[in-house]
């Protein structure tokens, strides 16, 4: 039988026209639960890979779940079933990569009625083509061996990954239900994410913890309005919002435990127009990380303490109110289901932080078969690590293994040019100098970072689909 890197470097497929893939995706994209275009590409997509794809559309608003089965049984799907997961929504953000693939869009948010601009600022572009590659690598190895895998692959598009709803509302509209959408259980979740936190040609898991908890809230805090001649006929919002932020602060600096880790952020703050009159209201926006449910439960209840004793204090007009806006779990990948991820992709990718190397797909020259693979090139800028940091940001991609009480593995491929990162890291300015994801300059590069999201992809899934 032959091995997983074996696999996937000989049915790795043509980069070029998925490179031109990306460049569309991230040239239009659309805002969370208005993913209809991008949805429709990927079906679209899909059809062309292989027709034996079922695909499942409308899946909690625009996701989409494709359903491909091979086995001993007549194709049945006999053996595990894997899931690989990509999110597909962008964001309200105005590109300034300059990019001549710069998007230009904007939308209407369906959460404020507002129109935004909209760009691929964290990556999902990225995420959507490599799953796309990867289906066409994992087709290509059935079309010469049937017996290249066993069992079935389910490649899930998830919507709304950046208002951390999307996965719920997929599980909440009957994913996994046999009366609705009948997408098989999976035994194994997978995903990954590109990052600006590290090289392009980086491919990295970690046992445990892998990115934060999030939960965000829209605070009112109730005063009364007065002239501002006449602060003693009000109570006033502003300074009990400023009270407030003071007092949030210390949630951190002084009730955490040092060896522990959590962030409150008071990221907005809301209130009057004018500057002779006191308020009736401040409306603060604040959101915590954790890195442990303890933690994170105990950052939540303090947070409404504080914001209640400031109000008694200030003697507010009203109690608080609380809305709760986005709610990320904790992502913390299973040891038994990494270890074997590991295996894999230390094998595929070699290790040693660019000491070793790894074979990188190049595009064949001129007389040579425009196209076509040389796969004898190398690079030493291209390696796994198997305990890449910490995801500083949070995902709701857990869900759809927890939903149904299984396993899963999220794994971080970089993005970032080699050149750009070396320098920066050169002169000690890779945060200074380095944009990270959500920022208005984040631009993958697209090579190799495409292909380190394809291979990753298809050798996690073979990892557990692969005959022994």
Known sequence: MASISSIVAQHRPDLEPLQDLYKHFHQHPELSNQEKETAATIASELRTIS????????????????????????GKGQGPTVLLRADMDALPVLERTGLPYASTRRMTDVLDGVEKPVMHACGHDMHVTCLLGAARTLVSALGENADAWTGTLVLAFQPAEERGTGAQAMVDDGLYDPDRHAVPVPDVVLGAHVTGAARTGVVG???????????????????????????????????????????????????????????????????????????????????????????????????????????????????????????FPLTINDDEVTARVEE???????????????????????????????????????????????????????????????????????????????????????????????????APAIMPTLQMGIDGYAAAALTFLGKK
């Open 344 to 442: 894999t992709f230390a094998a595929h990718f070699g290790e040693g932080n660019g000491k070793k190397q790894v074979m990188v797909r190049k595009e064949k020259g001129e007389g040579e078969g425009k196209g076509e693979a040389d796969d004898t090139h190398h690079s030493n800028c291209c390696w796994y690590d198997r305990d890449i940091p910490r995801f500083a940001a949070s995902e709701d991609f857990s869900i759809l293994a927890t939903a149904v009480g299984k396993p899963y593995c999220f794994f971080m491929y970089g993005g970032v040019d080699g050149a750009a990162w070396d320098e920066a890291e050169s002169r000690g300015t890779l945060a200074e100098s380095i944009p990270s994801n959500h920022s208005a300059l984040f």
């Open 51 to 74: 027709p034996d794809f079922v695909i499942k559309t409308g899946i909690g608003g625009h996701g989409l779940a494709a359903i491909l089965r091979n086995g001993d049984d007549g």
């Open 205 to 327: 898991t970690r046992r445990g913890l892998m990115a934060t908890s999030a939960d965000s809230m829209r605070v009112t805090l109730y005063g009364r309005g007065a002239h501002a001649s006449m602060p003693h006929a009000a109570v006033d919002p502003v300074v009990m919002a400023a009270s407030t932020i003071l007092k949030l602060q210390t949630i951190v600096a002084r009730e955490t435990d040092p060896a522990d880790s959590a962030v409150v952020t008071v990221a907005s703050v809301h209130a009057g127009d004018a500057e002779n009159i006191i308020a009736d209201e401040a409306r603060l926006s604040v959101e915590c990380r954790a890195v442990t449910q303890r933690t994170r439960d105990r950052t939540l209840k303090r947070i409404r303490d504080i914001i209640h004793a400031e109000c008694l204090g200030a003697q507010a007009t009203r109690e608080p109110a609380f809305q709760t806006t986005r709610a």
